[in-house]
Each structure stands twice: as structure tokens, then as C-alpha cells.
């Protein structure tokens, strides 16, 4: 059997959209931490909360790039509000012998728009509205949430994703 992964929507939109803000935190105001999220941002890191052997090679990470160093996203934020991101996509092989991951040459492409409340990222896109925490320190961006399952493919609850992307 041969299913194919769309990875960017466990990896982006497939964060469990919640967050708490503390008001006594020191933030940047909205507008300043929305004029220093717009442009262009590719990831760096991509960590899970617990080791993954998401390629399936008998040694787990939490670093999901070291598992399969070819997949890569990158978030382009516009001052107009609006977002493109851009993912590689995966392809997940299961048969007799075991499963394999593999980077695939297409990509994924989503696009909405996107604002800023305090620290919390809210996106939509195809109608779906979604809130991730961020961290936004100088020119690296922190996005952090869970993951859930998409179709048939069942993950973990309670593992979180870290992801970081760099300026460009």
C-alpha cells in the first residue's frame, strides 16, 4: 500500500491551535511584532518532544530533519496580512518488508491571510482558522504546538512540534 503525506499539514496547519497569554509578560506591541514578522523564513529546526523514527531506520530523533534532512518549509508573510507557505512534500511507503519516508520533488503551497494577538499567531486559510504560539527573537521565528493525526495516520497526543525558521 502506498499512501502519500502531505507533510505540511501535520507540520504547519496540524498544530493544536491554543495558547494562554500572560499580560504581564513582556512582549512587543502587535504592531511592532507584526512589522517584524513579515518576510521571508525558512525552516532550521524541527523538533519533536520525544524521539521519532520518522524514517524508519531503527534510530529515533527528536530532530525531525535529522531523520529526513531533505524536507524543508518556507513562510513568506506579507505587510497586506496576507501568507504563502511552501512545503516539500513527503511520501510514506508501507508494505510486507516495512515502510520507507522520502522527500518527493512537488511541493505544497498554502496561502491566507495572518494576524497577531500578542503572542499568539492566527492564521486562515481554506476557511480553517488557526492559533499557534510564537516566539519571535530578533530574525529567528518559533512556532510551537501539537500534532494530530491526518486520514488514517494516528500520532501521539500528547508529543509536541517545535518548529524554527531563520530569516532569509
Do not use: H
Not at 500578542?118 to 482558522?129: C, Q
Amino acid at each position: 500500500m502506498k499512501t502519500r503525506l502531505l507533510f505540511v499539514l501535520i507540520a504547519v496547519s496540524a498544530f493544536v491551535f491554543s495558547c494562554t497569554f500572560d499580560d504581564s509578560e513582556d512582549v512587543l506591541s502587535e504592531e511592532t511584532t507584526a512589522s517584524s514578522l513579515i518576510g521571508t523564513w525558512d525552516l532550521t529546526s524541527f523538533r519533536y518532544s520525544e524521539a521519532v523514527d520518522a524514517n524508519f531506520d531503527g534510530d529515533a530523533s527528536e530532530e525531525f530533519l535529522e531523520e529526513l534532512p531533505c524536507f524543508n518549509i518556507i513562510l513568506i508573510f506579507n505587510e497586506d496580512g496576507t501568507f504563502n507557505s511552501t512545503a516539500i512534500d513527503i511520501e510514506l511507503i508501507v508494505d510486507i518488508g516495512g515502510a520507507t519516508l522520502d522527500c518527493l520533488e512537488t511541493t505544497t503551497l498554502t496561502a491566507g491571510t495572518w494576524s497577531l494577538d500578542g503572542t499568539t499567531l492566527i492564521t486562515i486559510s481554506d476557511g480553517m482558522i488557526t492559533e499557534t504560539p510564537l516566539d519571535l527573537d530578533g530574525d529567528t521565528l518559533t512556532l510551537m504546538g501539537g500534532v494530530f493525526g491526518v486520514g488514517e495516520v494516528e500520532v501521539d497526543e500528547d508529543i509536541t512540534v517545535t518548529l524554527v525558521f531563520d530569516r532569509q
